[in-house]
């Protein structure tokens, strides 16, 4: 795994070993920071469940301005600093071990973003507690993006209420893969 383009391009990540972690695919990787090439440079980007950080570090290279990483497990953020360290853009990172309801917690009513990753445990489920956490937040900028990586197409678990705070710019399927990009529709 290697960051794509960007001040950092062609470095190779650090990755956990065995079977706890499933990095996003290089193919899925490029695929999205294709659709989202031309809203990066400035962008504040939090990636949940990071894994190796290689989204939020992807975008740092691209020109994202901060990047904020939340991981459960101790053993991924100490990969997120070390990759960040490797990669020279570890002051544009803040990296905190907890779960995804303690970092959203953390950020109600502080911080917006402009892109979020969420790539959790296909077998969680949990993308759709993530999206209403994310709104009950207030986390989101006008026009932001939130890319879903996840194991089916529903990501919505079938909550009416909660698919209709958010547009599907795109969904696309990359072998067992689902990506689907949102965009948070405004209430008027």
Known sequence: MRIITGSAKGMNLETLEGEITRPTSQRVKEAVFSMLQFDIEGAMVLDLFAGSGQLGLEALSRGAKKATFSDV???????????????????????????????????AGKEKYDIVF???????????????????????????????ESGKD?????????????????QSRYSISYITILRPILED
């Open 73 to 107: 497990s101790r053993d991924a953020t100490d990969i997120v600093i070390r990759n960040a360290k490797k990669a020279r853009l570890f002051e544009k990172c803040r990296i905190s071990t907890c779960d995804y309801k303690q970092m959203i917690q953390g950020i």
């Open 154 to 170: 529903d990501i919505f678990e079938n909550k009416e209420e909660l698919k209709r705070k958010f547009e599907i710019q795109k």
């Open 118 to 148: 969420i790539d959790p445990p296909y077998k969680d489920g949990v993308i759709a507690d993530v999206l209403e956490l994310l709104c009950k937040a207030n986390a989101l900028n006008n026009g932001a993006f939130v890319v879903c």
